[in-house]
């Protein structure tokens, strides 16, 4: 995802600060080069040799008498691809909206002409103070990509919107700037996780699907410009820019999926929806005493077929198809069955293969192209390779 790329990790002194760790261990993991930089105030909250292990190189802190070079905010500034700034604080906010440069940071950040990601982190009051609510629009209406703090726990015990983004969601900001774009302008809708068919007021017929193989084409979209909806019946956290519907049953699913995909150009149907579930389903619990319940099955709404059926003009229709044999000619009779302009099958009783897994093998059928096979990955490069042949196809319209 961001393999080669020079990102500049600023690391400023707030209580946050241990949580760049993390997001250097990402962005390595994604296959970037990171730079880190600490403030005076980061090294109150964390040591340099944590960061400096688990970055790409020693950490930097000074401007002047610079062990590695005599101008290093030029040097590292000029050589970045990106620069992120996690946690961000007030004081580093508004020393670069005034563009004060009173440490390597903030000289770095001037010096640079690489994009910047800032993740402010601060307690409530100071994140809603509106000196720090007119430096932060300053710094969006220069073209500075702000990655929010959510709502949670802060220092000293209070509740309130200020924490750090999650260090997987400052990494996805990071791929959404540096990535291709070419998924920019469109709307995509994807279905994720398997649903949950009432027995009764405690007892559901579900399956194994994770959601895990949805959210990641969902991240995948949006760190290419797409707008994103996820319908999820998983509890999963939303991907960066991800905006999620939750469902449960395969009735809530098909009234959302066919409600957004009024207004979406692409719809990817990766969830395990049940074929069937019980017709009357127990207002109360089922006691133990009356015996085994007699439970009686009804066929669920088909929704993939029906949205195949009801597809606009561009609209792109994408499945999944969960197998145990005959995996191509059982997923070319879904393909056309369906309508469907792609069909992703999956051999899920192979070994490390969809349900659960945190990798999957696929084979992307389409009804005008050879079978493409992806042989056993990452979910998230499965989902590369899922969004470049969206992308393929959405070009061809
Ligand atoms: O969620 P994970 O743990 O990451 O696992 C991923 C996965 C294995 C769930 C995923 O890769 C997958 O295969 N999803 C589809 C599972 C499924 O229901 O496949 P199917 O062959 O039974 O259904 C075919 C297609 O019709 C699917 O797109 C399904 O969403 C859709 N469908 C099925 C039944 C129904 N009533 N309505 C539907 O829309």
Redesign the pocket.
């Known amino acids: 995802m961001l393999e080669g790329k020079r990102i500049v990790l600023g690391v400023t002194g707030g209580i946050a600060a241990y949580k760049a760790v993390e997001v250097s261990r990402r962005l390595i993991d994604a296959g970037a080069h990171v730079v880190p930089i600490m403030t005076a105030g980061a090294q109150k909250f964390l040591g340099t040799a944590t960061l400096s292990a688990l970055a790409s190189e020693p950490v930097q802190t000074e401007l002047w008498n610079n062990a590695t070079t005599p101008i290093p905010h030029t040097k590292i500034g000029q050589n970045a691809d990106l620069i992120v700034v996690a946690p961000a604080t007030a004081r580093l906010i508004a020393a670069y909206r005034m563009g004060l440069s009173t440490d390597l940071l903030t000289n770095t950040l001037l010096a640079t002409r690489a994009p910047v990601v800032v993740c402010p982190a601060m307690h409530a009051e100071m994140w809603e103070h509106p000196s720090v609510v007119e430096n932060i629009a300053v710094l969006r209406e220069r073209g500075v990509h702000i990655v929010e703090p959510t709502e949670g726990r802060l220092a000293g015990g209070d509740i309130g919107k200020g924490r750090l983004a999650d260090p997987a969601s400052i990494v996805e900001a990071a791929a959404r700037v540096l990535g291709p774009n070419d998924m920019e302008g469109t709307s995509i809708v994807v279905?994720?996780?398997?649903?949950r068919e009432p027995i009764d007021a405690v007892r559901v017929i579900a399956?194994?699907?994770?959601?895990?193989?949805?959210?990641?084409i969902a991240a995948e979209a949006a760190s290419r410009g797409a707008s994103v909806t996820l319908v999820s019946t998983?509890s999963l956290p939303a991907p960066y820019g991800v905006k999620v519907l939750q469902v449960e049953t395969?009735a809530e699913?098909?009234v959302q999926?066919e409600r957004t995909a009024a207004d979406h150009d692409i719809i990817?149907?990766?969830?395990?929806?049940?074929?069937f579930r019980p017709v009357k389903p127990a207002g109360g619990k089922l006691k133990k005493h009356a015996g085994p319940p007699e439970i009686t099955l009804e066929?669920?709404?088909?929704?993939?077929?029906?949205?195949g059926s009801a597809k606009r003009e561009g609209q792109i229709i994408?499945?999944?198809?969960?197998?145990t044999d005959d995996l191509l000619s059982?997923?070319s009779k879904?393909l056309s069955a369906?309508k469907l302009d792609l069909?992703?099958?999956?051999d899920?009783s192979a070994s490390r293969?969809?349900?659960?897994?945190d990798t999957?093998a696929?084979t992307l059928v389409r009804p005008d192209a050879e079978p493409v096979e992806i042989d056993l990955a990452s979910?998230r490069d499965?989902a590369r390779a899922v969004i470049d042949v969206i992308v393929t196809i959405r070009n061809r319209h």
């Open positions: 279905s994720a996780g398997g649903t399956n194994r699907s994770s959601g895990k193989q949805g959210y990641a998983a395969a699913m098909k999926m990817v149907m990766a969830a395990a929806v049940a074929d066929p669920t709404p088909d929704i993939l077929a029906e949205l994408v499945g999944f198809a969960a197998e059982n997923a879904k369906k069909i992703i099958a999956n899920v293969v969809g349900f659960g897994h999957n696929v979910k499965v």
